[in-house]
């Protein structure tokens, strides 16, 4: 998959190097640019901001830089993600609907947010998302590309060694995931439920799928609502 990113932080993404996503860059299954706006300015200033029309608080990103660094950065085949709590919520559903798209181009607004023609504009040439990470705010859209893409690049094909693991985490299933232990099987006193240490198969995986449904029910009674009840079994029902 190819991605741009453009920010007037391009140091933001310096973690970008790292850990598995660092790796998945050099194996060449991310192929990662990230973008200074200001590359796309043409006054001494390289001026990316200005006051909003009808007044209020705080600035808006002005269009022209923007329209140029898309011309620059987009084709047939892109998708656009503007960050912005306006936006569609960030879930796992939709980190496979990206991880699906051969590019991305993520468009980080500061400030009050970008110029809204820009978006207008744009959506005549090609899907635009608008994305957000929840329900508070943030200064602007760097932090949220990182979270996005952390989840994007853990789905693509081959960055994972074991990718049954995408099978059972937490929301591959709408539920939060079991518990889970490691040795020693006594630690300061708390011992290790002894069913994950009977070896019998069966039984841990119903106890795990117990845990899963208890938890979610306890921390996100939302989530518990939205299960497809076809995905219940008569022992879930039960717990
Ligand atoms: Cl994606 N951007 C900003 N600026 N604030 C947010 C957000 C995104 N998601 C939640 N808050």
Redesign the pocket.
């Known amino acids: 998959m190819r991605v741009d990113v453009v920010s007037i932080f391009p140091e933001y993404f310096a973690p970008l190097g790292l850990s598995l996503l660092g790796k998945a860059r050099a194996e060449s299954r991310l192929e990662l640019a990230v973008h200074d706006l200001r590359t796309w300015t043409h006054d001494v200033h390289r001026t990316v901001d200005d006051t909003p029309y009808g007044g209020g608080a705080g600035m808006v990103m002005r269009p022209e830089p923007w329209g140029e660094a898309l011309d620059a950065l987009a084709d047939g085949r892109t998708r656009l993600v503007v960050?912005?709590?306006t936006?569609r919520l960030?879930t796992q559903d939709l980190a496979h609907e990206l991880a699906a798209e051969e590019h991305l181009l993520f468009a980080c607004?500061r400030y009050e947010g970008i110029d809204q023609r820009v978006l207008d504009h744009a959506a005549g040439r090609m899907p635009v998302t608008e994305?957000?990470?929840?329900?508070?705010?943030?200064?602007?859209?760097e932090v949220?590309v990182l979270v996005m893409l952390e989840a994007i690049t853990r789905l693509l094909p081959g960055v994972l060694g074991n990718s049954a693991s995408l099978d059972e985490e937490s929301h591959a299933n709408g539920l939060l995931e079991a518990p889970m232990y490691t040795k020693p099987a006594v630690w300061r006193e708390l011992e290790v439920p002894e069913i994950l240490r009977s070896g019998d198969h069966g039984k841990i995986a119903r106890w795990r799928r117990d845990q899963a449904l208890l938890r979610t029910a306890a921390r996100r009674p939302d989530l518990v609502a939205a299960l497809d009840p076809a995905t219940l079994d008569k022992k879930d029902r039960a717990t």
Not at 131 to 141: C, E, N
């Open positions: 960050p912005a709590p936006g960030f607004g994305v957000s990470l929840g329900d508070y705010v943030l200064f602007g859209g949220a």
